[in-house]
């Protein structure tokens, strides 16, 4: 049984952040061994509440958390209109504020003390909010970029938006984020899971009865996954999930090499990814590798959220 994977969360919880937090610590082939909160879904203090809370909710206030960046690299923080995850950012299911707080540092320091110590190439970072705080952890501490496995990004998207007709929400709000860290993170592979694949990672109202009679923390998740606005063809997609279920089980997704450019410029294009596969023998690779994320098993996926929330 190989040892589990030391694993970063940055997150904008967030309904389907709350999905994915929650199978991350159930699952044995990682050790979840810091959380960082960014503006996204909420503001900067509602998603620092929010990360706080879940993990006193799920029995693990041992994870250190740490809040990031209060707005996106260039410009001030937007909150959108009737968010799908609500005003508190879960659907308006109240969590008790539990004793433990976050640390003082900021998000990208945390980060740099646990990859401080951490061999080469050996932590993984999932990142299921705006790339903010990764970007500002790159641009500060490139010297323990080779600390870093992979950086699995839930973002972008090669069809539809979900927040413009263009752009998927997590890169929307920070492109130039985006941009800078779809360019360079020092070595560490890059997977990205987009639209493409998670609308596709629904759960139905019978998986919510299946988590409501599993167990008393299953029945809370069914209770944000039910109050979450984001409802396509009777099944809410669970993006963050799809993205933090490719880093324990990589086998749910399949995935292509790959080229993303980010519109940076004002406009109705900005926040798009343009994403240019690599494998296609007319186009030369035009930038740095990234494997994106083109197919999903669902049924797969839904095996893994309900083997997964446990207790
Ligand atoms: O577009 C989906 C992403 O935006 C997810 O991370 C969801 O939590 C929202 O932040
Ligand atoms: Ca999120």
């Known amino acids: 049984m190989p040892r589990p994977r030391p694993l970063i969360?940055?997150?904008d919880p967030g309904i389907d952040d709350a999905l994915?937090?929650?199978m991350a610590l159930a699952s044995s082939e990682v050790r979840v061994v810091g959380l960082t909160s960014v503006a996204g879904n909420s503001p900067l203090d509602v998603t620092t509440a929010n990360a706080v809370a879940l993990l006193a909710a799920f029995d693990r206030s041992d994870v250190p958390v740490a809040a990031g960046a209060a707005h996106p690299l260039a410009g001030t923080y937007e909150r959108v209109k009737d968010s799908?995850?609500?005003?508190?950012?879960?659907?308006g299911i109240e969590l008790e504020a539990p004793g433990l707080q976050r640390r003082s540092m900021h998000a990208m320091d945390l980060i740099a003390d646990i990859l401080?110590?951490?061999e080469p190439r050996s932590v993984d970072i999932a990142a299921l909010g705006p790339l903010t705080n990764i970007a500002m952890f790159l641009a500060k501490h490139p010297d323990l970029a080779d600390r870093i496995a992979h950086i699995t990004v839930m973002g972008g998207g090669t069809g539809p938006g979900n927040i413009t007709d263009h752009a998927e929400f997590n890169i929307w709000h920070d492109p130039e984020a985006a941009a800078l860290v779809f360019a360079d993170t020092g070595g560490a592979e890059i997977v990205v899971v987009g639209l493409d694949v998670t609308r596709r990672a629904t759960l139905d109202a019978d998986d919510l009865e299946c988590l409501r009679r599993k167990s008393p923390r299953g029945a809370l998740l069914a209770r944000m996954i039910n109050a979450y606005g984001d409802l396509h063809e009777g099944g809410w997609p669970?993006?963050?999930a799809l993205a933090l279920a490719s880093i324990v089980h990589p086998p749910v997704i399949s995935t292509r090499p790959a080229s993303i450019e980010v519109v940076t410029a004002a406009g109705k294009h900005r926040g798009q990814t343009l994403v240019q596969f690599t494998d296609e023998a007319r186009s030369p690779s035009s930038g740095r590798q990234i494997q994106f994320a083109t197919d999903v098993d669902v049924p797969l996926f839904r095996d893994l959220v309900h083997t997964k929330v446990t207790c």
């Open 9 to 11: 969360i940055d997150t």
């Open 20 to 22: 994915a937090i929650a």
């Open 84 to 91: 799908p995850h609500g005003d508190n950012g879960l659907g």
């Open 116 to 118: 401080r110590d951490a």
């Open 238 to 240: 669970m993006h963050d």
